[in-house]
Every structure is written in C-alpha cells, then in structure tokens.
C-alpha cells in the first residue's frame, strides 16, 4: 500500500524541558511511517541532538523562542524540518571528532553534529542568522 503525502508540525518553545515531548512525537510519526524500533531511535536521537543545538546554541537557553519542527511524510522518506530564528553557525566548520582521543580523555558533548550526519540518511543545513535557520533531516523508509 502506497502512502500519501503526510505533514506534522509541532511548534514548541525552546527549553530542554520540552526535548522528551519532542523525541515522542517523533518516534510515534516514525512508528507510522514504518520504521522499525532502532530507526525510530535513530531519527529521534538526531532530532534530540538538533533541538539540544536550538536551545544552547541559536536561543541560549531563551525559552520566549520556539523550536519550529516540520514532518513531510511520503512512501519513500521522513524528513524533518527544524526551525529557529537564533544564532547560526558555519556547520562546514566543525570537524568529525576523534572518537579515540574522546573517549580517552572522557569528553562529554560536542558530539551532536557528528552523531545527526551519522544517524540520519541526509543532512542539509542553511543559516540565515536572527532570521531563520533550518537543519533538514531525512531518514529513507527501506523495504
């Protein structure tokens, strides 16, 4: 059966309070969009990792700012697209870590870029600072 296209927007503000509301709307689009339980916590452990940026990073902690997190849905992906008007960033300018010497020196964080490009099928990123800032997450639903 071939599915329709679907569209789920949540529009929440930025607080960490609000990151399990955020990982159970994404795990129960996920689960009806046909993914088994591992990619269903793959894509909300991005999407964790991408709102986590939102709040720290483009809001610094401003819980007056919203998170803006639009799902398309059709037979082929999930992609998720998060919103925020913060501070941007250069994404091209953050390295993969060394996941060695991380461990080694018992690092904790700085890891929410890598882990979002390695869980998800396809990352775009596209700032346009105090305006609006957009990372595209897309997950492929394989038979």
Do not use: W
Not at 7 to 12: N, S
Not at 13 to 31: G, M
Not at 70 to 81: F, P
Not at 107 to 127: A, N, S
């Amino acid at each position: 059966m071939k599915m329709k296209h679907q569209r789920y927007r949540l529009k929440i503000p930025s607080i960490t309070e609000n990151l399990h509301l955020i990982r159970d709307f994404i795990v129960k689009i996920a689960e009806k969009a046909g993914f088994d339980e591992q990619n269903r916590e793959q894509i909300a452990l991005a999407v964790d990792e991408a709102c986590t940026n939102v709040i720290k990073h483009a809001h610094k902690y401003n819980s007056r700012r919203l998170i803006d997190i639009l799902i398309n849905l059709d037979s082929q992906k999930m992609m998720i697209t998060i919103t925020d008007k913060g501070t941007g960033f250069d994404v091209s300018k953050v390295k993969d870590p060394d996941l060695k010497k991380y461990v080694r020196e018992s690092r904790h964080g700085g890891l929410g870029i890598y882990l979002i490009k390695t869980l998800m099928d396809d990352v775009k990123y596209e700032f346009n600072p105090g305006i609006r800032n957009q990372v595209q997450l897309t997950k492929y639903i394989r038979d």
